[in-house]
């Protein structure tokens, strides 16, 4: 009965109106943002410059692509730690399919974005099927494809189309593309999320499995398709790193799956699934990049950087906790 | 053994932003009794424990508690006061050890400053002991039946010099020959000079174990009495303001053609072949007790755990559910025994929770149609009078009742032939288990066949239009209302078929 609230005992916790509570941690991120950009604009004038906002915006879209798709795996109640190695697998491969001829973006685009995809159903299989842990899972996937991508190339490898690397410069009116990309691309999830069925199975997996199974929800197929999305969306970051690098470098993705769950909880997403959203990735990943572009402007050791990254973490996240009580 | 009162509490007021939970409540305890505390949810029977375990403070009134004032108290002034609370949800490490769960934060010492396990072991057992329980206290939590933890929680209050022990809801999670085990226990308590305070929804404990009730509605006593000077009906009205004989509607429909036929259905839970027959407008209660395979039939109907052999025959056609996923499909519903864990989103919207298992009814191409679907949650709400804020509203904020009304909607959406209840009315209170009732019946006059599983033998009895009784996993008895009395029910469940013979001296 404790567990059971009494409308007196409800009320309490009403103080906080639902609204308020729900988007507390957005209001926090992007209150974050804001002060980090005056705070910015104030100390240095090679903050607010048009290319420096120009290259922070374009910057998003890499940590932003994959942080998507770590987006949905976390609210499914899992965890994708291969995406780092996707990541660099996908820079290696498209580079060396493409290897500078303008006829072979297409296939180049397509193999790449089709290994993401195997490699994140093999991992949902792997989790649905064998009943093993996301975390183990995607840890084994990750040093497999690291492993795999060293013996692929250890220098870098293959190079861009020439077309295909002009991307990374393009701009629409003021915007670059790539971040109007990145934009379209959280829409297009938040879309997918709030208002179609797979959404909705998605946050009822990460808030419930057993309830969902028993609602007569394909629960496996949904997981399998959150890693499948995830696993394609690696793979896409990747081959927005082509487009900037020009060749395929086996150092691409390093640390990337960190860097996408810290951009992921930012956001107000609960690594125990069932809660979250990708307008909150977003402000994570702003948020994130913001801070390494205005350290790098101060010139702050980057040292510094990783050490103040942990700190605006954790300190975010305690503040979401705060609200919520 | 005296008469006077080890606890009072007198005038306690207390408010929740703009909600009084209570009302100038008194309740008074006689030492060495056992006094049972009801109420529907949301009575205030909650806020008032909270109270005096002092999780929460009140907001005017005072304790007084072994002769001494107290305006109000820490939670752990109130466990050195003497004071043990032993709520539903137990407070246990499943990892460690019975004696390590006893003593937990007052681990004894020897000199050295470490733990002194064999004082820890030998003190366990002697209170494992006093509770008359055969429990090692070796024994890890985790491993131990329901009724084995409540009583290592018992066993920690008792460490604690507990001499007033509330018990919230106990039965609540407990069945049969563990319930009298536990009542054996109280009674060895009382004996000792203990008092016990008894939450309960059930009336048979009440009358069965309790030598004082106090009744609480909306925040107020409504009457406090010896449990002798009280009817069960007179009870009743007191918590609802209804008369008994409204409680549980009788079904006018003569039983339609077999909505499911089950042959010898055998899973890896269920061992042995069993075999029913569910007709449409008919509401087939399945006896047992906890752990005699109940559960185990209704995740074999609905496809939660894969058939190893026999067949199940929906409307004369074969089906061979290998998910829940082909059971609904197929039009069966589950509302699963344990409503937190299997049957409700708790984070989740109520708007989320009853579409859920309907998507694709207020979909298109996979995309959600809000407005088709906000109409869709409106009729439910209205034909389940689900009493909500908003639908945006997560359902942990709902009461248990509006919580299984939420369970309900999400299956009526699917439009089943067959419902399977598991538990309907556990942890919902009696207000709304009035409406669920009604909304069973009416669901199975509209020609839905209800297999309704309950440990609760009032309910069994009054809502069933047949009873099956379980004994050890297997079927063994099905009765008519006429030949089911409570006693008989009990002797089938407890000793199985043998019984069958000589079950009618129990029928008087």
Redesign the interface.
Known sequence: ???????????????VP?ALRRHGSLIVVYGLILVVAIYASLSSPNFLTERNIFNVLRTAAFLGTVAIGQTFVIISGGIDLSVGSIIKLAALISAIVMNGEPENIGLAVAATLAMGALIGLINGLLITKLRIQPFIVTLGAYSILRGLAYTVATRPVGRAAPGFLRLYDLKIGPAPLLAIFLLALVLIGTFVLR????G??I??IG??E?????????VDLIKIGVYVLCGALAALTGLLYLARAGIGDPVTGEGAELQAITAVILGGTSLFG??GGLIGTLGGVLLLGLTNNVLVILNVSSWYQELIQGLVIVGAVALYKQKRR | MTDAPILEMLNISKAFGGVQALREVSFSCAKGKVHALVGENGAGKSTLIKILAGAYQADSGEIVFKGRRYAGFSAREAMAAGIGIIYQELNLAPLMTVAENIFLGREPRNRFGVIDARRMAKDSAELLERLGVRLSPSARIGDLSVASQQMAEIAKALSQNADLIVMDEPSAILAGQELDRLFTTIRSLVAEGVTIVYISHRLNEIFEIADDVTVLKDGRVAGAQPIGEVTRARLIQMMVGRPFEEVFPRGARPRGAPALTARNVTTERLPHPASLTLYEGEILGLAGMVGAGRTEVARALFGADGLRSGEILLKGARIRPRSPKEAVEAGLAMAPEDRKSEGLFLDQSIRSNITLASLDKVTRFGVIQRDKETATIERARRELSIAMASPELEAQYLSGGNQQKVVLAKWLETSPSVIIFDEPTRGVDVGAKFEIYALMRELAERGVAILMISSDLIEILGMSDRILVMHERKIVAELTPDEASEERIIELATTGAQAEMNAQSGRA
């Open positions: 009965m404790s567990a059971i609230l009494s409308p007196g005992a409800g009320h309490s916790r009403f103080s639902p208002r179609t069925a797979f909705r199975y946050y009822a808030g419930a057993q309830v969902a199974r028993l609602s007569g929800i394909r069932g809660e």
